[in-house]
Antibody, heavy 114, light 113 residues
Framework: EVQLVESGGGLVQPGGSLRLSCAAS????????MSWVRQAPGKGLEWVAN????????YYVDSVKGRFTISRDNAKNSLYLQMNSLRAEDTAVYYC???????WGKGTTVTVSS | DVVMTQSPLSLPVTLGQPASISCRSS???????????LNWFQQRPGQSPRRLIY???NRDSGVPDRFSGSGSGTDFTLKISRVEAEDVGVYYC??????????FGGGTKVEIK
């Protein structure tokens, strides 16, 4: 079964850090660009970052540049999102998805609050 | 950056009646390779998004044929020929032409009257 499973979300104070993980199975993870997409409470979808198959190219939405880092470990079929200097506006459900976005995980919730 | 604008924001529909959602982009979505990378997603309440349509009009596997996509350039439409109860949710368009920066529309909430 093709599957993506996110983990690592939680409650963190403003200025804090979290590392999200996404475990892939059922498809050749190393063949795909991968993305993180987030959804703030009651809001729409926002693409956050993506990464090339070999990790050599990474792109970010402007609002997270310099604070978030996307990475992957193809040997472990895993995608990561290191989130630093977190802000209240980063509160959201974070999904990982492949590119072409036909496989999504169930998401992990990040809450930034004091 | 490309801005994707959907309308309407909310779409109350009677069961069995058609529904239509519009998506407009601020720039042409025709890629230099000739393809137009415009996708549609469905997000049912409490669920993850699911891709329904890719490259304007291609239905994903398992998507009922009552869903259809059309359009070109900057104007696109998702149509549901006869709305069923399971179609309730929020629908998003997304451009992948100006990749790697992807952009979603704001969403259209489909509900039953």
């Amino acid at each position: 079964e093709v599957q993506l499973v996110e983990s690592g979300g939680g409650l963190v104070q403003p200025g804090g850090s979290l590392r999200l993980s996404c475990a892939a199975s059922g498809f050749t993870f190393s063949s795909y660009w991968m993305s993180w997409v987030r959804q703030a409470p009651g809001k729409g979808l926002e693409w956050v970052a993506n990464i090339k198959q070999d990790g050599s190219e990474k792109y970010y939405v402007d609002s997270v540049k310099g604070r978030f880092t996307i990475s992957r470990d193809n040997a472990k079929n895993s995608l990561y999102l290191q989130m630093n200097s977190l802000r209240a506006e980063d509160t959201a459900v974070y999904y990982c998805a492949n590119d072409p976005m036909d496989v999504w995980g169930k998401g992990t919730t990040v809450t930034v609050s004091s | 950056d490309v801005v994707m604008t959907q309308s309407p924001l909310s779409l109350p529909v009677t069961l069995g009646q058609p529904a239509s959602i519009s998506c407009r982009s601020s720039q042409s979505l025709v890629h230099s390779d000739g393809n137009t990378y415009l996708n549609w997603f469905q997000q049912r309440p409490g669920q993850s998004p699911r891709r329904l349509i890719y490259k304007v009009s291609n239905r994903d596997s398992g998507v009922p044929d009552r869903f259809s996509g059309s359009g070109s350039g900057t104007d696109f439409t998702l149509k549901i020929s006869r709305v069923e109860a399971e179609d309730v949710g929020v629908y998003y368009c997304m451009q992948g032409t100006h990749w790697p920066h992807l952009t979603f529309g704001g969403g259209t909430k489909v509900e039953i009257k």
